[in-house]
C-alpha cells in the first residue's frame, strides 16, 4: 500500500484525482492541499510514499517547489503545461500526466511508482543510480556517462554522437553496440537515432522532439515504436 497526498488548487481537478486513487487498490490517500507551502508543511511530520502535484499553483508553483526542496518524496505531476516536461525528471518525478488524462494513464503512472527505482536517493539529489553508469570509448580516452542524462544518441559515419542535457559527445562506438549497452528505457526510431524514451516532449509528422531537437522516425521502426510508445 502507497500512502499519497495530492497537492491541486482545482476543486474539479482534486475530485477527479480522489476518484481515481479510491479505484487504485495499492493507493491510499491521506490528505489533499490546494498549495504547496500547507503540504511541505505536512510532509516535514508525516512522510508518504507519492505526490500528486500540479504545477500551476498559487503563492509557489509545483517546479519552484521540485527546485526549491532537497527531500521530496515520489512524484507525480498532473498538469496542463507540457513545456516542463523535460526539466521535471531531473527531481523524484516519475511521470508527467497532462490534463485530462484518462484513468487507464493514471494507473500506468502509478505502476511506475510502485517499481520504478528512482534515480535520486531520498536523502540527497546529488546521488547516481549506480546502475545506470558506463563508460564509452572517445578516441583514446574512456567518458563516464550516466544513461540518465542521455537525451538521444546519433550514428556518425563510423562513430557516434551521444547528446545529453548539457554536452556533446563523439564515442567510438556504432548504434549497435549501443542497443547492447542500453535498457529498455531506450528505443532505436530510425537506422541512425536512438532516443530516451522519457524525455520524448512530442510525436507528429514522423517526427520526435527530444529536448530541443528533432529526431525523424523511420520507416521500418514506426510500428515498434508506437507499441513501445503506447505501453
Not at 489533499?32 to 510532509?43: C, G, K, Q, S
Not at 535498457?183 to 537515432?193: A, G, L, M, P, W
Request: proline content about 3%.
Amino acid at each position: 500500500m502507497m500512502t499519497c497526498i495530492i497537492v491541486e488548487d482545482q476543486g474539479p481537478a482534486q475530485e477527479i484525482l480522489e476518484e481515481y486513487i479510491k479505484q487504485v487498490k495499492t493507493l491510499q490517500l491521506v490528505a489533499t492541499f490546494t498549495d504547496v507551502l500547507e503540504a511541505r508543511d505536512f510532509l516535514k511530520s508525516n512522510p508518504i510514499d507519492l505526490l500528486f502535484l500540479d504545477i500551476n499553483l498559487p503563492i509557489m508553483s509545483g517546479m519552484d517547489f521540485l527546485r526549491k526542496e532537497e527531500q521530496t518524496p515520489k512524484t507525480i505531476l498532473t498538469t496542463a503545461y507540457s513545456e516542463f516536461a523535460l526539466e521535471c525528471f531531473e527531481y523524484n518525478v516519475i511521470d508527467y500526466l497532462l490534463k485530462p488524462f484518462s484513468f487507464d494513464r493514471f494507473v500506468k503512472a502509478v505502476k511506475k511508482a510502485s517499481v520504478t527505482e528512482t534515480k535520486h536517493n531520498p536523502s540527497s539529489k546529488d546521488a547516481i543510480d549506480k546502475h545506470s553508469i558506463m563508460y564509452v570509448k572517445s578516441g583514446t580516452e574512456l567518458l563516464k556517462l550516466d544513461a540518465n542524462d542521455i537525451l538521444f544518441i546519433k550514428s556518425d559515419g563510423d562513430y557516434t554522437k551521444v547528446i545529453t542535457h548539457t554536452e556533446k559527445h563523439l564515442a567510438s562506438h556504432s548504434l549497435k553496440e549501443w542497443t547492447e549497452k542500453l535498457d529498455e528505457n531506450f528505443i532505436q526510431v530510425h537506422r541512425s537515432y536512438i532516443v530516451h524514451m522519457r524525455y520524448i516532449l512530442k510525436v507528429s509528422n514522423n517526427k520526435i522532439r527530444v529536448g530541443k531537437e528533432l529526431v525523424p522516425i523511420g520507416r521500418v521502426y514506426k510500428n515498434t515504436f508506437k507499441k513501445q510508445l503506447n505501453s
